[in-house]
Nanobody, 124 residues
Framework: QVQLVESGGGLVQAGGSLRLSCAAH????????MGWFRQAPGKERELVAA????????YYADSVKGRFTISRDNAKNTLYLQMNVLKPEDTAVYYC?????????????????WGRGTQVTVSS
């Protein structure tokens, strides 16, 4: 079992920055890809960014490319999402997820473990 705990959400003005963190506890291994999903009210959950264990492969949704950066510190079992130039449309609950894969996967059902989420609100 893997437990994921997100932190770092909050309220920020448009153009501002936030950094989300996700601490992983339990049976983490090099076979896990990690990702950040988000879900806004009335919308489907979408993958924002993902990264393999080695960090050698990453994925970004088109809507966040150039603004968000995903990274991981395996020694600390922690995943990060640096979010810059935030826009009101980035407002959502952000979820950390882990999937049993050595490659980047993009579909929510390919992720086995989920955190409870952290709210990000961007005001205009």
């Amino acid at each position: 079992q893997v437990q994921l705990v997100e932190s770092g959400g909050g309220l920020v003005q448009a153009g501002g920055s936030l950094r989300l963190s996700c601490a992983a506890h339990g049976r983490t291994s090099s076979d896990y890809v990690m990702g950040w999903f988000r879900q806004a009210p009335g919308k489907e959950r979408e993958l924002v960014a993902a990264i393999t264990w080695s960090g050698g492969s990453t994925y970004y949704a088109d809507s966040v490319k150039g603004r968000f950066t995903i990274s991981r510190d395996n020694a600390k079992n922690t995943l990060y999402l640096q979010m810059n130039v935030l826009k009101p449309e980035d407002t959502a609950v952000y979820y950390c997820a882990a999937g049993a894969s050595v490659t980047v996967v993009t579909r929510h059902y390919e992720y086995n473990y989920w955190g409870r989420g952290t709210q990000v609100t961007v005001s205009s």
